[in-house]
């Protein structure tokens, strides 16, 4: 029975750290989907977050806060858009730019505003999301085996946490079964096509870049209002690359991602608790060697030595319309 | 006017750039105001803490140096059309080459460290090059991609070994072992009492002689050919018989071995031993410095100066004035790159628009004096 609880628990703290990773790298889906490559996803996520944990340190509103994160997601994703497809710019180095202006503004505004050291405060009563329970939680708590299933790992969570899963279903639906989806993988494949079809090329790819932004806000929301208390300094922690390589790691299929983000954050929640423990043949794995294994694995699908990752084929290049 | 020309040389290179780099501080100025602080003030200690006396010389010049091999490795991978933004795993993972030599060796002389550290580290930072230039050129992974991740992998491997394989017996803290004799760098300090405390060293004459020998290279040799037509023209490369793959490794290689010398400045030139993060991000100025200088050397060092002075000056800056912490350095770093890499289009296209409308005007003129 230890060893099941164990894992309950184990599956339960992946369950947590899967969320941002989820919704960051579904929010790539659709930019780069749409032909918009998105390095910007950590940069995004970590405005979101600060966004999020300063509205609803100053209101109190969780859902103040959550819409505050979502919005400055999004005018990031229009500073890429404006940079990368109305002035044609690199998408790459608009990605980078925006990590980098996340990265500086979080802190200088978070100090000058807060005199915390970049972080915000904790937040005050009913800025944070807390978890709900699912009915008969309590009930079925104590049923062997499903009890335990239901009431730690399926029930017990906020409600971004099933935002975040129910996304993955929309987005395929959105992505595959609509007229919108196919406009938007579209123009991710032969843009030129598409604009033959009497389609704006440009506005669709803005209004999937748009869409990328307001789920990373939701991720960074997520990181600071409702998995921890407050803004931190650089929370985010490279988790918008993690979710770089996951998006890849998937082939760019929302399902694959859900599956992807799983597997990250399994590693993440079990290098928590494999630290110092002594496994059995293997030995001792390092902490790092966990850590680093996302990376690892995205390096070597990419090389093509397991399967092959290959990517929106009109992805990285700017539409320009033929007068 | 549909049809515009291309900009005359000297805008291109120059007036284009200033444009950008004045809008990148206008809107840096508002974020100051922003804050409650005066822009104008804020700017007069900047420039005074990074040229206003002889230590903030010396510290902008170490700065610089750092910003230059950044840049250089940007720009060599530029040229060959690969955007390596690994040059701050390139430079972390560098430093065990740095610090293996200069631990081996402290007992002999700087003259002989320098050169065999710059060796190892080169080879180091090379190979965490030659490795995504590899898997782009014969396996066609996205060097972006496989940068990123080698800058995680490097940072993951850096703390496994400096907590299990560098650090001495007994100390807690996950650093090496210092250097005390021979495997420092000197700094200028110790000729020149002008530089204060600030830790410039030999490097900086590295950083000169490596930005010429940038240019040689890429100019004056028939490898930069090679690589710089590759750059531009993979195809037509490829039929003047150039190996595409070939040039890219060898490319990478060059560029990630040249972010290994920021091992060298930073490892035994300032810390004298190695720690968590000494890059400290200096890997990805190189990109807004590279893109600045126009992927060229003298584009180069003066962003790097630039930079420098930045840096130095944002220290200064956040000590004077409270309200400004030093990401607001980042904060201009972020914009330049957004202005000068990204939205270039915002000042190119208005430009060409005027330089054009000031040909048409003139071409009517001459046209008078000869009838």
Known sequence: MDIFNNLIFLLDSMVRLTVPLLLAALAGLYSERSGVFD????????????????????????????????GIGIVMALIHGIASITFRGNQIIAGVAINFLAAGLTVFLGQSWFKQGGNTPALPEGGRFLAIELP????????????????ELISGHNIIVYI????????????????????????????????????????????????????????????????????????????????????????WRPLYVLYATLLFGFLNASQ??????????????????????????TVVLLAGFIGKAVGPKAGGIPYVKER | M????????????????????????????LVVLMVGENPFEAMKILLYGAFGYGEGIGYTLHFATNFVFAGLAFAI?????????????????????????????????????????????????????????????????HVVITTIMFNFIAAAIMVYILNNVLKPVGSMSPESASVVNAGKIPQLREFWDFFGYAPVNIMLFIAIIVLIGTYILLWRTELGYKIRTMGQNPNAALYAGISNSKIIMIAMTISGAIAGMIAINEVLGVQNRLVIDFVFGYGFVGIAVGLMGRNHPIGIALAAILFGALYQGGLELAFYMPAITREMIIVIQALVILFTGAMEGLFRAPLETFFTMLDLNKKPKTQEQEG
């Open chain 1, 39 to 70: 390095i910007g996803l950590e940069g995004k996520m970590l405005a979101g977050a600060f966004g999020a944990a300063s509205i609803a340190y100053l209101t109190g509103n969780m859902w103040l806060g959550m819409f505050a994160g979502i």
């Open chain 1, 136 to 151: 008969f939680a309590d009930a079925l708590k104590d049923v062997p085996i499903i009890g335990p299933i239901y009431y």
């Open chain 1, 164 to 251: 975040a899963f129910a996304m993955v279903p929309f987005t395929y639906w959105l992505l595959f079964k609509t007229r919108f989806g196919l406009r938007l993988r579209a123009v991710g494949e032969n843009p030129k096509a598409v604009d033959t079809a009497g389609i704006n090329v440009n506005l669709m790819r803005f209004k999937a870049v748009l869409i990328c932004g307001a789920l990373t806000g939701l991720a960074g929301a997520y990181l600071s209002i409702a998995l921890s208390a407050g803004f931190v300094k650089n929370m985010t922690a490279g988790m918008g690359f993690i979710a770089l390589a996951a998006l890849i790691f998937a082939k």
């Open chain 1, 272 to 297: 928590i608790r494999l630290q110092g423990v002594e496994l059995p043949i293997i030995g001792e794995v390092p902490v790092q060697a966990i850590q680093a294994l996302p990376y690892i694995l």
């Open chain 2, 2 to 29: 549909s049809i515009r020309k291309p900009l005359p040389r000297w805008a291109d290179i120059a007036l284009l750039p200033a444009l950008n780099l004045t809008l990148a501080f206008v809107i840096s100025g």
């Open chain 2, 77 to 141: 991978a530029s040229h060959a059309g690969q955007f390596n933004i690994g040059a701050e795993g390139q430079a972390y993972i560098a430093g065990l080459g740095a610090i293996l030599v200069g631990l081996w060796l402290d007992q002999t002389h700087w003259l002989l460290v320098l050169p065999l550290a710059m060796l190892a580290a080169g080879a180091i930072g090379g190979l965490w090059g030659f490795i995504p230039g590899y898997l782009a050129a014969k396996r066609g992974s």
